[in-house]
């Protein structure tokens, strides 16, 4: 008998592969639609879009697991190989964390849905829908602090603040650890709470502000701290960001009845003063036109939005809110800019105006609860969240699937310790 080449083929919807003395697998294929902005992308688009999936490591899978455009129905493909002892031993398993990269005319996208672009591989054979959330990736030196990262992670953890012990208790993200902390008092009296990177540090800064001497107490770790003077007012209100654009948190106080802020850079520690509000207004700092700086921001009585633009020193005024509702602004739809938002108590009602989605309106809570809105799942978007303080019950509704979190971290007399909830507290909205 001659000697034979034995081959075998299979097709997957189109696509015919062949193996010599043995079944290549067949891969694990995904497909969706693209959001660029915002705005879902369609098969008539000029730009080019390509689609890459690359091992956790970033290294790529050979066979390249790429492709190039959309198909007529505005959908995207890439097949995944997977792994053979033989024939693809550089393929991917069932169960592996892989990454997306998508580019636009050759400039590389910032994925933003899936969080950071991560998938995890399905069995041979499958297709799985994943619609792409992709912005610009921008280059500006300041990469804003995640409010209430007290972990590094770049999610938002649990944590609450026991102030009769002065413990700090946080459930972090990154793993199943607690962490706890003390904040010490300062003259009998009690500070304010949060996570803070003034230090550029991977671990952000355990800080407190003390608002009857206008000192900041600056934790190195649990053990170590020292303290930083910003303002002599027992009337101030913390207002920490980052105004100077180093990727840093600038300590910082608003005061309450004359609307001046005090803010001690990070950048080279020079304490300026600005005039930006009054005694009817609340401090409401965000990125508001997405230039990697903190705006200064006030919230007036009416609703009424006050901001100075730190990329071109003008004024923004915008209308979004009355007297019974309590400002909540964050970046609610991902692209860099701080929204406006409000949260009606008496309803749970939310009324959001993102700069890419415009109006919606959420019920997220109820009388009892405390609006506490953070990037709880890393994906680089504000969450909606209510922390109703009776129970320790967190209740948070992750991005835009809109997936409800439910979360026991606190007790009756704990306190959430995001700033936008010191400065609704201490303007005597919030208990």
């Known amino acids: 008998m001659k000697n034979s080449t034995v081959y075998k083929f299979f097709l997957l919807s189109g696509l015919l592969t062949a193996s010599c003395f043995g079944v290549i697998p067949m891969p694990c294929r995904i497909g969706g639609t693209l959001i660029f902005n915002g705005v879902q992308v369609d098969a008539s688009a000029v730009e080019v879009y390509k689609f890459k999936i690359v091992h956790a490591d970033g290294s790529e899978y050979i066979p390249a697991a790429e492709s190039t455009g959309l198909n007529d129905s505005g959908y995207y493909k890439v097949d995944i190989p997977m792994f053979d002892e033989a024939d693809q031993s550089n ?25 950071d672009g991560r998938y995890t591989v399905q069995s ?19 990469t804003q602090h995640t409010m209430g990262d007290y972990d590094g992670d770049g999610k938002a953890d649990f944590a609450v603040y026991y102030m009769p012990s002065g413990a700090l208790y946080i459930s972090k993200s990154s793993s199943d ?53 910003c303002t002599w007012d027992k009337t101030d209100i913390p207002v920490p960001a980052d105004y100077d654009g180093d990727g840093r948190s600038d300590i910082a106080a608003y005061g ?38 903190t705006d200064l921001a006030v919230y007036d009585s009416a609703g009424r939005w006050y901001i100075f633009k730190s990329s071109d020193q003008s004024t923004l005024i915008c209308d979004w809110g009355w007297g019974a509702t309590w400002p909540v602004p964050g970046d609610y739809d991902g692209d860099g800019k701080t929204d406006f938002a409000v949260y009606w108590p008496d309803f749970g009602m939310w009324y959001i105006w993102a700069t890419q989605q415009g109006y919606s309106t959420i019920q997220w809570g109820w009388r009892s609860t405390i609006p506490v809105p953070a990037d709880y799942n890393g994906d680089g978007t504000t969450d909606i969240a209510v922390y109703h303080q009776d129970q320790g019950m967190w209740y948070v509704r992750l991005g835009e699937s809109g997936m409800p979190t ?25 208990p």
């Open 256 to 293: 309450k009845y004359d609307g001046v802020w005090h803010i001690v850079r990070s950048s080279d520690d020079a304490h300026e003063v600005f005039h930006w509000g009054w005694g009817d207004s609340m401090p409401v700092p965000g990125d508001y036109d997405g230039d990697g700086k």
């Open 91 to 115: 393929g991917a398993r069932e169960g592996d964390q892989v990454k997306i990269l998508v580019t636009r005319n050759g400039a590389s996208l910032t994925v933003m849905q899936p969080a």
């Open 406 to 430: 439910v979360i026991h971290w606190g007790w009756e007399n704990a306190t959430p310790t995001l700033p936008q909830y010191w400065i609704n507290h201490l303007y005597g909205r919030i």
């Open 177 to 229: 650890a607690i962490m706890l902390a003390e904040v010490p008092t300062q003259d009998n009296a009690y500070g304010c709470p949060m996570a803070l990177n003034i230090e550029g540090l991977d671990t952000p800064n355990i800080s407190a502000f003390y608002k009857d001497s206008g000192w900041w107490y600056i934790l190195h770790d649990i053990y170590n701290g020292y303290w930083k003077h």
């Open 124 to 142: 041979a054979g499958t297709l799985s829908t994943v619609q792409l959330q992709v912005k610009e990736t921008t280059n500006e030196i300041s």
